[in-house]
C-alpha cells in the first residue's frame, strides 16, 4: 500500500504546471482527471486507515485452532520474581556439576531424570507445556515431587522461540536433555499433526536456539526403539537399518536423528540420541500397556493381549527407569563440548547414537502373569491379532555400545521392576483419592 500512496503522491492536484490548450473540452477533461485522482487518494487513505484498524484490533482474525498443536499457548512468564525462580533452580551446588535444561520435565522419564540430575548437585530447569495426551493431573503431581527437590519447571512450549531465547539469556545451560515430545504409537493415527508439531519442529526449534547460544550445550536427546521398525535381525543394533518405519511416531524419530546429524554438521552441536526400549517403573504414562493392564486387571475388565501372526508371540524389552536414567546421566557425563559459537562451526563435534534396553525380550502375556501374582487377581485374557497401527511384533536391544562408552549396565528385571511399580500404583490410586481412568 506505501508503493501505491508514493505513486499518488507524485500526480499533480492542479494541471496549473503544465502547458494547455484553453479548449473548454480539455479544460474540463484535466479537472475530471484531477478529481479522479483526488478520489483515489483519499478512497486509498481510507482504506489505509481501515486496514490499519482493522489488524492492530485485539479481538479481530483469531488464529484457528489447530488440534496437532496441542496446548500451544503463551503462558505467563517473564519478570525479576521469575527469573528468580529459573536461577534458583538452575544454580550448580556440586564441585563440577552441570547445568542441565530438561524439556519435558513434568513427563514419566523427565522427572525422574530431574530429580536425580538435582540430588547429586547439578543445577536443573525444567521445561514443560503440560499438553492433555494424558491426564494432565499426573504430570502436575511430578510436577509437585520436583518441587521439592528445588526442581522449578517453567510452563512453556519448545516450539515457543522467545521463551526459549529468554531462558537462555538469564542461565547459560551447559547441557541441555531433550525429552519433550509427543509420545505414543497408535495416537499417530488420530492426530499426526502433533507428532510433526513436537518431534521434528519442537526439535528444530531448540536447536535453533541451541546452536546460537555462546558457548553452545551439549544436547542429549531421546530418539526411540521405533525407529528399527521392520527389521528382523535381533538384538537391534545402532549400525542395524533404520529406514523402515512401522509407524509415523516411529518415523519423526528417525528424522530427529537426521535432524541431529544436520545439526552437528553445520553448526558444530554434540548430539547424543538415546534410543530407548519400553520404558516402565513408578510414575510412569498411563497409555503404557503395563499401566493400563494393571488399572483394567483391578477393574475387572478384559483385557487385550496381541498376538503376531501364526500365533507368534509379541515381546518387548522392558528396561526400568531407574536404569534409563542411569544410562541418560552416563550419555551427559561423556559427552564432548559443542564446537560451535555465536552459530558457526569451529571444528568437528561429537554425535552419537545409543540403545538403552535391558537385553532380555519378555512376551506380553508373561507380563500379564506377573502382574496376576502382583495383584492376586485374575485378568480376563482377550487375546487378539496385531493390528496395523505401528505396534511391532519385538523389541531386544544390543546395548554393548552403550556398556562400552556409557558405563551403561541394566540391573532391574521385570518381576523387580513391576513389584515396585505396583507398590507405587497402589498408593497413588488408594482410597478412591485419583481416578485411574
Wanted: net charge positive; aromatic share 12%.
Amino acid at each position: 500500500m506505501s508503493k501505491q500512496m508514493s505513486h499518488l503522491d507524485n500526480i499533480p492536484s492542479t494541471p496549473g504546471k503544465f502547458k494547455m490548450e484553453k479548449s473548454p473540452y480539455v479544460h474540463n477533461r484535466l479537472r475530471w482527471h484531477s478529481s479522479l485522482a483526488k478520489l483515489t487518494f483519499w478512497s486509498f487513505m481510507f482504506m489505509g486507515v481501515i486496514l490499519i484498524f482493522f489488524f492492530r484490533s485485539p479481538s479481530s482474525n483469531p488464529l484457528p485452532q489447530d488440534p496437532s498443536r496441542r496446548s500451544l499457548r503463551t503462558f505467563n512468564w517473564g519478570g525479576p520474581a521469575w527469573e528468580k525462580r529459573v536461577r534458583s533452580s538452575a544454580r550448580i551446588r556440586s564441585h563440577n556439576g552441570i547445568c542441565v535444561l530438561v524439556t519435558g520435565a513434568a513427563g514419566f522419564v523427565g522427572t525422574h531424570v530431574s530429580a536425580a540430575l538435582k540430588t547429586r548437585g547439578d543445577g536443573v530447569l525444567g521445561l514443560d507445556n503440560f499438553n492433555d495426551y494424558y491426564d494432565p493431573s499426573l504430570k502436575r503431581a511430578r510436577q509437585a515431587l520436583l518441587e521439592q527437590t528445588g526442581v522449578y519447571i517453567v510452563e512453556g512450549d519448545i516450539n515457543d522461540s522467545s521463551l526459549l531465547r529468554k531462558l537462555f539469556e538469564v542461565v547459560a545451560f551447559t547441557h541441555v536433555m531433550h525429552l519433550a515430545a509427543q509420545a505414543g504409537v497408535r495416537y499417530a493415527m488420530e492426530n499426526p499433526g502433533s507428532y510433526v508439531h513436537s518431534n521434528i519442529a519442537g526439535f528444530v526449534s531448540l536447536l535453533e536456539i541451541c546452536k546460537s547460544a555462546n558457548p553452545q550445550p551439549v544436547i542429549v536427546w531421546a530418539s526411540s526403539s521405533s525407529v528399527y521398525g521392520l527389521n528382523t535381525k535381533v538384538p537391534f543394533s545402532e549400525r542395524d537399518r533404520t529406514d523402515q518405519p512401522a509407524s509415523l511416531y516411529a518415523a519423526t524419530k528417525k528424522a530427529g536423528e537426521e535432524i541431529a546429524h544436520t545439526y552437528n554438521h553445520i553448526y558444530g552441536l554434540s548430539l547424543t540420541g538415546l534410543r530407548f526400549f519400553t520404558v516402565y517403573g513408578p510414575w510412569g504414562r498411563p497409555d503404557m500397556a503395563y499401566f493400563f493392564f494393571t488399572r483394567d486387571i483391578l477393574k475387572g475388565k478384559s483385557i487385550s493381549i496381541f498376538e503376531a501372526a501364526n500365533h507368534g508371540t509379541v515381546a518387548r524389552d522392558f528396561t526400568y527407569i531407574d536404569d534409563i536414567v542411569k544410562g541418560c546421566l552416563g550419555a551427559l557425563d561423556t559427552a564432548e563440548k559443542s564446537t560451535g559459537s555465536g552459530g558457526k562451526k569451529k571444528g568437528p563435534a561429537q554425535l552419537r547414537v545409543y540403545n538403552l534396553g535391558n537385553t532380555w525380550p519378555v512376551p506380553v502375556s508373561d507380563l500379564v502373569s506377573i502382574l496376576e501374582r502382583l495383584l492376586n487377581v485374575n485378568a480376563k485374557r482377550k487375546i487378539m491379532k496385531l493390528p496395523r497401527n505401528g505396534d511391532v511384533e519385538f523389541t531386544h536391544a544390543n546395548i554393548s555400545l552403550a556398556q562400552r562408552e556409557l558405563g551403561y549396565k541394566p540391573s532391574t528385571n521385570l518381576q523387580s521392576g513391576l513389584k515396585k511399580f505396583v507398590r507405587w500404583y497402589l498408593s497413588y490410586y488408594s482410597g478412591g483419592k485419583k481416578a485411574a481412568g
